[in-house]
């Protein structure tokens, strides 16, 4: 097991992995030093469930990869993470997003490395909290016309993909408890959010990740 405290995960796709090289060649040469990433690819046909290749920071999956199986490629690479590396918070990112200010990463690391040490104040879950007050149907399948027109967001709080974080206690509730669950639905961030074991959910931290993230153009 390696030890590395925080990782950041950034879920990409071969069919846009000209995304992946524009954040190389933009912020991700920028990060703080003590923070790694790995840009996260569907590979149906791998022969193990999962392979890290350190030296390009990729992380290939066992996984179809296309839309609709995102909330079944973030978690077999979260369980990727949990068993290769010894870890206090995953990051969560896509590759359509531009940082811009890096200073973010310090900022958000420095206060959950802060309140890490006591149980009663350790963060397990933020970003832009979205609060869902009852049932809907989502809208959007109009956006991506792959998904189902007939998915049903239910009333929780999670945070929006955009970024997101997990702590070690929170990823590996997931992994053991809700994995099958998360690899049914359609909708990464909400699925995440929804399945997550209300204890984590006690004191989420809400970051105003429009400030920092913005889409790629």
Given at each position: ?217
């Amino acid at each position: 097991m390696i030890q590395q405290d925080v990782i950041l995960l950034i879920f990409n796709c071969h069919k846009y992995r000209f995304k992946a090289l524009q954040q190389k060649e933009t912020w991700l040469p920028s990060i703080p030093s003590n923070l790694i990433y790995f840009h996260v690819i569907g590979d149906p046909n791998l022969d193990t469930d999962f392979s890290f290749i350190l030296e390009d920071n990729i992380l290939l999956v066992k996984v179809e990869d296309d839309y609709n199986s995102l909330p079944k490629k973030v978690i077999r690479a979260f369980e990727a993470v949990q068993k290769m590396y010894h870890f206090k918070y995953i990051f969560k990112t896509d590759d359509d997003q531009n940082v811009t200010n890096i200073k973010f990463f310090d900022t958000v690391m420095s206060l959950l490395n802060k309140k890490y040490d006591d149980l009663n104040t350790r963060l397990h879950y933020g970003g832009h909290i979205v609060d869902v007050k009852q049932t809907y149907q989502s809208q959007y399948c109009r956006i991506h016309k792959e998904l189902p027109t007939d998915l049903l967001v239910k009333a929780t709080k999670y945070c929006s993909g955009r970024f997101y974080f997990l702590s070690v206690d929170a990823i590996n509730y997931l992994v053991s408890e809700k994995k099958n669950s998360i690899e049914a639905e359609y909708l990464e961030d909400y699925a995440v959010g929804y399945h997550l074991l209300d204890l984590y959910k006690t004191n989420m931290l809400p970051l105003d990740t429009n400030k920092y993230f913005v889409d790629f153009c």
